[in-house]
């Protein structure tokens, strides 16, 4: 298989726990190349526009909340990209199963994961699912500017009257 890349984020409970290095750690060594890291801050607007093919699940208003650190007193995100050989399916068998009580034990949501008593699978990770959600997603939480490389075709746009913080 090509090369190919994929969106990781750390859910807000990861930063809550303090479980960013532990669970950084289990993709270390893997053979793939982070592109990119960030923590942020995740928007309604990011948040609605990340999960829009669940919009009809019960569980679609609890996961806004989630993916905001509104269930976990306000923390942010850690949002990362890799790239390698058949990084989606890697990565996705390094987070485990959606639902913790299903997943590989040795899994980030076998051993770290569990599920709210409401019902929110709390699985600590976000795993693009395929190539074409992969694309979306990078393009969605990450500017051409935060990724080393050129991953995608970019263009070059003007823009007027723009506000940008600069340091002092
Ligand atoms: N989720 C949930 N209950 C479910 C299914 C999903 O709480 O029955 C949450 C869970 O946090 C999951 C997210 O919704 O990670 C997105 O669901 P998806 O089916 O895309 O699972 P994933 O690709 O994250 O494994
Ligand atoms: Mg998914």
Redesign the pocket.
Known sequence: MNKECVLVVLKPDVVAKGLIGIILDRFSGAGMDLLAIKILSVSQDLAQRH?QH?KE?R?YK??IK?LQGKLHDGHKAVALVYSGKNVIQRCRDIAGA??PEDADPRSIRGSMGRITTE?????LI??S?DRKEACREIKLWFSPDEISGDLFPTRDEVLENYKKKVWK
């Open positions: 999960y669940l699940q569980f609890e996961i989630y959606t639902n019902g929110v699978f709390e699985n976000h795993v699912s």
